[in-house]
């Protein structure tokens, strides 16, 4: 039997109403809780995750916002996200935009058929993730919600749309 994936990219408090938060961000919240809840194949979650020191880093040095510190209220997934992924979601913490560990998962099932990405935010996670995905399975469907996604701009969301259009990436939504 086919399967497929929705991989729920970075719903964190920190890029919805935190340190990098948006009403653009704040506005799909209920449209991805929606998506999780009716969705049929497996769910699976992913958590920015920084630590102590963040700002040392090369992305702290280009992106110099404290944000998604592990065990913190910012890392946290949004609650509506997350009751909706209750018991049914598997998460995996990622140190960086793009998730090997979420695509190397991905490879290892069999009859994968497609894998949808929604989340935060399109324009660095979302889009690294369905590339990274994309890379390691060139052969599976790989969609994106546009209407459970949002941008750090709305100029920088519909520009990371249809870059992954040109990738392959089936864009979904958004009208």
């Known amino acids: ?15 919805i109403d935190g340190a990098l938060g ?4 704040e506005a799909i919240v209920g449209n991805v809780a929606a998506c999780i809840r009716n969705f049929d194949g497996e769910v699976i979650c992913t958590r920015d995750t920084h630590y102590e020191g963040y700002l040392s880093t090369q992305e702290g040095k280009k992106l110099p916002v404290t944000h998604c510190i592990k065990d913190t209220e910012g890392w946290q997934i949004r609650e509506q996200v997350s009751v909706a992924c209750a018991g049914k979601a598997k998460i995996f913490d990622k140190p960086t935009f793009g998730s090997v560990e979420l695509a190397e998962y991905l490879k290892q099932m069999p009859d994968l058929e497609s894998v949808t990405v929604i989340g935060l935010c399109t324009d660095i996670c ?3 993730n369905a590339l990274v995905i994309k890379a390691f399975l060139p052969e599976v469907t790989v969609r994106v919600n546009a209407d459970c996604c949002a941008g750090v701009t709305p100029q920088s969301h519909q520009n990371a749309l249809e870059a992954m259009k040109m990738c392959q990436v089936e864009v979904v939504g958004g009208t």
């Open 1 to 15: 039997m086919a399967k497929n994936v929705l991989a729920v990219i970075d719903m964190q408090n920190d890029f």
């Open 22 to 25: 948006t009403k653009e961000a």
């Open 126 to 128: 979302v889009i690294s």
